[in-house]
């Protein structure tokens, strides 16, 4: 059973910082591109952050500068450093995996919070 699990969220002063993780397991994850979502109480769920499989980042225009996604493929895990933390930015923050071998997969941690509040 193919599995994303998220870790590293937790309420942070603003100004502050978190580095979310996200560790899959039984995908071929150099085959996926990868990415991080987030989804604030009565808003819709919106894409933060993506790497596909050859490192090429996009980013949403409120957290650029801000935010920055990256992989290890060695150990099956996506990252998200989160710097400048504002309160806006308190949400669920899920990770999500797109790709593979034949077709096109689609794969959701269970979700994260991040709460910015002082």
């Known amino acids: 059973q193919v599995q994303l699990v998220e870790s590293g969220g937790g309420l942070v002063q603003p100004g502050g910082s978190l580095r979310l993780s996200c560790e899959t397991s039984?995908?071929?994850?150099?085959?996926?591109?990868m990415a991080w979502y987030r989804q604030a109480p009565g808003k819709q769920r919106e894409l933060v952050a993506r790497?596909?499989?050859?490192?090429?980042?996009d980013y949403v225009d409120s957290v650029k500068g801000r935010f920055t996604i990256s992989r290890d493929n060695a150990k099956n895990t996506v990252y998200l450093e989160m710097n400048s933390l504002k309160p806006e930015d308190t949400a669920v923050y899920y990770c999500?995996?797109?790709?593979?071998?034949?077709?096109?997969?689609?794969?959701w941690g269970q979700g994260t919070q991040v709460a910015v509040s002082s």
């Open positions: 790497i596909d499989t050859g490192g090429n980042t």
């Open positions: 999500n995996a797109e790709g593979g071998l034949v077709g096109i997969n689609k794969y």
């Open positions: 039984r995908i071929i994850f150099r085959l996926y591109a």
